[in-house]
Structures are given as C-alpha cells and as structure tokens.
C-alpha cells in the first residue's frame, strides 16, 4: 500500500472483490478525459476510454486527429458501495450518469464490444457521403469559406461538383472533395 492510499483509507480493488464491482458511465470535465483515465486508473478496477480518428478542422483545414469516441465520457469498473466517494470527486471527473436516482450500469457486453472495436487501436469513423441540394462550404484554396450546395460526386467521390453562391451568382466548381464540408445548421 502506498503513501497515497493510507493518506485517503482505501485500497485498490483485490480480484475477488472486482466481481463486485460494476461499469458506470464516467462524465468528465471539457477535454478532461486523459486526467480523469489517470486518476480513476488508480480507484477502480478498470478504466475504458475508447478513441477514435476523426477528421478535424484546425486552423482552416482537415487534418486526422486521435481523440475520444464519446468526447466527455469515459467507462468505469468499481465497486459503487465502496468507492464512489472517491471516484466521484477524482480530478477531471464531473459526474456519474444516472437514470433517475440511481448511477447508470453499463451492461458487460456493451463494454466487451467496445473493448473489441478497440483492440487494434483507435477506430476510424467514416465520413458520410454529401447529398445533392445540401448546404457545404469550402474550407480552402481560393474558395475558401465560400458557401454552396452540394451537386454531385464526380470521379468516383474524390472531387465534388457544388454550385457556389457568391454575390448571387450561381457558378458550378469542381473541387478535391477534402476542401468541402457540410454546414451545420443553428440549433437556435
């Protein structure tokens, strides 16, 4: 036992009591999921933070980018009764999820397919396909934040056809389909 667990009065979980323990639904502080996987790595029996290669835009352009599959969350095995206390005010930790008054269990399986999605590494999530009439803008070259709409695919779906809207004049431009993005529509 080290000097950090008789300063607090637990003790990491022994294998026969991680029978006990169950998965919950970790939410953490904004981009505060590695602190929070440190310091739950050191209460609970298992920490899971599942990642993913996403496609990102930084500073104009889309570059791959590793972070988490459920940005905020993360997964953790502990046994409730004991540990939550510390669990829950662990650095980067916000919350447990809950339904109603009770902490959310994550069933087995579900954290046994995650862990097989991401044996290999972080998993890759596929871009979806644009569709005729969509709303898109141009994130670089010399259209860059230009808007349009999405016309079609052209040599297979490596370059774009979008009819651009600038000073109401319509004017059809073949882009590489990694300069256009959809435009995400206000929730007000």
Same mark, same amino acid.
């Given at each position: 036992?080290?000097?950090?667990?008789?300063?607090?009065?637990?003790?990491?979980?022994?294998?026969?009591?991680?029978? @006990?323990?169950?998965?919950?639904?970790?939410?953490?502080?904004?981009?505060?999921?590695?602190?929070?996987?440190?310091?739950?790595?050191?209460?609970?029996?298992?920490?899971?933070?599942?990642?993913?290669?996403?496609?990102?835009?930084?500073?104009?352009?889309?570059?791959?980018?590793?972070?988490?599959?459920?940005?905020?969350?993360?997964?953790?095995?502990?046994?409730?009764?004991?540990?939550?206390?510390?669990?829950?005010?662990?650095?980067?930790?916000? @919350?447990?999820?809950?339904?109603?008054?009770?902490?959310?269990?994550?069933?087995?399986?579900?954290?046994?397919?995650?862990?097989?999605?991401?044996?290999?590494?972080?998993?890759?999530?596929?871009?979806?396909?644009?569709?005729?009439?969509?709303?898109?803008?141009?994130?670089?070259?010399?259209?860059?934040?230009?808007?349009?709409?999405? @016309?079609?695919?052209?040599?297979?779906? +490596?370059?774009?056809?979008?009819?651009?809207?600038?000073?109401?004049?319509?004017?059809?431009?073949?882009?590489?389909?990694?300069?256009?993005?959809?435009?995400?529509?206000?929730? +007000?």
């Amino acid at each position: 036992m080290d000097l950090n667990e008789k300063l607090h009065g637990w003790d990491r979980p022994q294998p026969s009591e991680a029978l @006990e323990a169950e998965w919950f639904v970790v939410r953490t502080g904004l981009r505060r999921e590695r602190v929070a996987v440190n310091q739950l790595s050191r209460l609970a029996s298992e920490v899971l933070l599942p990642l993913a290669w996403r496609r990102i835009r930084r500073w104009g352009k889309k570059v791959d980018s590793v972070g988490p599959l459920f940005p905020g969350y993360l997964f953790a095995r502990f046994n409730f009764e004991r540990d939550y206390s510390q669990v829950r005010y662990a650095r980067g930790v916000r @919350e447990l999820i809950c339904f109603g008054p009770q902490p959310a269990i994550v069933p087995e399986w579900i954290i046994n397919q995650l862990k097989a999605r991401c044996a290999s590494g972080p998993v890759e999530l596929f871009e979806r396909a644009l569709v005729p009439a969509e709303r898109v803008m141009v994130i670089d070259g010399p259209f860059r934040e230009f808007e349009g709409m999405f @016309e079609r695919y052209t040599s297979g779906q +490596e370059r774009v056809a979008i009819l651009l809207s600038a000073m109401r004049i319509g004017a059809r431009v073949i882009l590489p389909a990694r300069l256009v993005v959809p435009v995400v529509k206000d929730l +007000e």
